[in-house]
C-alpha cells in the first residue's frame, strides 16, 4: 500500500471555551501534522445540539490563530475539499451509513421509550446486573431483533421515534494498538450497544466521528485520554464498514493534571489558584460569568505554546525554550507520556518571563507606548524604548512595562517605607543636597558622571555606598528594587532626577 499523506484533526465540541487541555491535543495535532508535511484539519463536532454554546466556535478558531496553529483545513480555512466541516451541517451524509451498518447486520432499530429503558435498568438493578443495553438485555427489548420485519416497517411509517444502536458482539476480544500506551485489550462483554443514530436524522458522537474520518482521510486520530474508552468501539466500526484498511493510528494523550496532581485541571483550580486555563478571555453566555484567558493575561502565545508542548510531551534532550520549528522537528508520539502532567503556575510564568526576555524592545515600547498614551503622557520613543530595554529582566507580563515601570513617567509622591525606616538618617538630607549641588554643574550627564557626583557627594559626609544605595534608589523611583540606578538617572535626565531627589528630601524630612 502506498504511504497516505498525514491528515490529522482536531475535532472539538462547540459547547463553551476552549480549555488548555484541549488547546494542548490541538497543538500536538499541528506540530504532528508539520512534522510530516501533512495538513491538520478542524472539524466542528455539533452533533449534540442541546450542548452547543453560541460563540464557542468563533472562539476556538481565534484561539488557534492567535496561538499561532491554525489549522490548514477546516471552517475558513484550506480549499474546502473536504467541505462542510461542522456536523451539523453534514447531517444528510450520515444516514447511509447508518442504513450500510443495518443491512450488514451490524446495526438494529430500536423503538424503547425512555420509561422502557428506565424499567429495564430498575429490573436489572435489582438483580444487581450492570445496566446496560447490550447482546443479553437487548433480547428483552423493543426492537428490530425482537419483533418481526412487519413491525418494524410500520413503526418506522408511522413516525415512531427510534434509534439506530449498534449491534456490539457478545464477547469479543477487541485488540489495538496505540501510538502512545501500546497495545489495549478491551473485551466486548463490558460494551454495550451504543446509539449511532437518533430519528431526528442526527447521528451521535460515534458515528459521526468515525464517518468523517473515514471521509477526510484522517490518518492518525491524537485525542484526549477521555476517549480511550470509545476507541473499541470506534475500532469495530471501521471493521463493521471494512474500512479497516484506511482505519487512523490512534494516540491518546494524557490528562493534564492539577498542580498537587490529584486529577484533572478543571477552570476550578485557575480560579482557586489564580491562573487562567482558557487561552482567551470567554464569557459563558448562559451564565454572564467571565473567565480570564492567558491573553489578556499578558501570556505571549509562543510561551503559552512552549509550555504546554511539554505537558505531557519531552524532546529528548534537556530543552525547554523551544521554537515552533524546533518543536515541530522534535515532535514525536512515542516521546508522549503516558502518564498525567501537572501543571505548574510557576513554570508558566518563567516560560513567559524568558519569552518576554527574548521579546524585540521596539515590539514592547509599541505596548508601552499604548499605556503612556492612555495616562495621557507625552514622551519620545526613544525614552520609551530604553525603559522597556531598562525594565524588561525584572517583568513577566508585558503588562507590567507599565505597572513596574510607571515611575519612569511619573514622579513618585510616596518612598518605600521600609528601606527609608532603614536607611534615612541625619546625614541623608546631607548627601542628597550634596549630589543635587554636584549634578547641577555636570555638562556630560551619564551613568558614569552621575555615579562619580554620587560617589564625591558619599566620601564627603563619610557615608559608606552600601548604606545609602538603596535610598538613593527610593528617592528616585519610590520602590526599592529596579534597573541600575544610574542609567536610570541617565534617562531621566538631569533635571528630572534634581527634582526627583528635592522632592524625596522635602517629603521625607518632613
Ligand atoms: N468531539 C470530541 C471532543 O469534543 C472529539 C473526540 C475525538 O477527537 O475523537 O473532544
Known sequence: MTERRVRVRFAPSPTGALHIGGVRTALYNYLFAKKHGGDFVLRIEDTDQTRFVPGAEEYIIESLKWLGIAPDEGIGFGDGKHAPYRQSERKPMYKQYAMQLIEAGHAYYAFDTPEDLEAM??????????????????SAMKNSLTLSEDEVKIRI???????????????????????????????????????????????????ANVVDDYLMETTHVIRGEEWLPSAPLHILLYRAFGW??????????????????NGKLSKRDGDRLGFPVFPLQWTDPNTGETSSGYRESGYLPEAVINLLALLGWNPGNNLELMTKDQMIELFTLDRVSKHGAKFDQNKAKWFNQQYLRHTDNAVLAAELKKDVEAHNLSFSDAYILRTCELIKEKITFVKELWSFGEYFFIAPTKYDEGVIAKRWNEKSPLVLQDTIQLLRPLEEYTAATIEAAYNEALAKNGVANKDFMQLLRVCLSGVAGGPPIFEMAELFGKQETIARLQRAMDTINT
Not at 435498568?121 to 437487548?138: C, F, G, H, M, Q
Not at 479497516?244 to 496532581?261: C, I, T
Open 121 to 138: 435498568r430498575e429490573r436489572l438493578k435489582a438483580s444487581n446486573v450492570d445496566a446496560k443495553y447490550d447482546p443479553i438485555t437487548r
Open 157 to 207: 411509517e408511522n413516525g415512531d421515534p427510534f434509534v439506530i444502536r449498534f449491534k456490539m458482539p457478545r464477547k469479543e476480544e477487541v485488540k489495538f494498538h496505540d501510538e502512545i500506551r501500546g497495545w489495549v485489550h478491551v473485551n466486548t462483554a463490558q460494551l454495550d450497544d451504543k446509539v449511532l443514530y437518533k430519528s431526528d436524522g442526527m447521528p451521535t458522537y460515534h458515528l
Open 244 to 261: 479497516e484498511d484506511v482505519m487512523p493510528k490512534f494516540a491518546h494523550l494524557p490528562l493534564l493534571l492539577k498542580p498537587e496532581g
